[in-house]
């Protein structure tokens, strides 16, 4: 399948053609292919598919171990007041508690 388009929200490759938009079967989210590149390349999405922006509070949802310390950041930790960084791999900026500062994968929280 390497002509399978995913879907912008939640990157999905389960997409199927309905009419003429493109439909997401994970996230049910519509778009038009045409217009892919001007929808939304700036948002952030957390692991459910609710689309954060800053000063949010979410919780980790699984244990994420942390280089250098002796504990990984355990889910259910809330976290709040994010910072977000589009485009980046770990495109949520925040401080934990017992960690300082650090950058988080927005896959692994959910708004909260």
């Not at 490759?13 to 038009?32: G, K, R």
Request: charged residues 30%; negative net charge.
């Amino acid at each position: 399948m390497s002509d399978t388009i995913l879907c912008p929200k939640c990157n999905s490759e389960f997409t199927y053609p309905q009419d003429n938009l493109m439909v997401c079967s994970q996230c049910f989210h519509e778009w038009d292919p045409a217009d892919a590149s001007a929808d939304g390349d700036d948002k952030v999405f957390d692991s459910n598919g609710n689309e954060l922006q800053d000063g949010d509070s979410v919780v980790v949802v699984k244990d994420l171990p942390v280089k250098g310390a002796p504990k990984p950041v355990k889910a259910g930790t809330k976290v709040k007041n994010i910072r977000l960084r589009p485009g980046s791999d770990h495109n949520i900026d925040c401080k934990i508690d017992g960690f300082g500062s650090m950058a988080l994968k927005s896959e692994f929280v959910k708004k909260g």
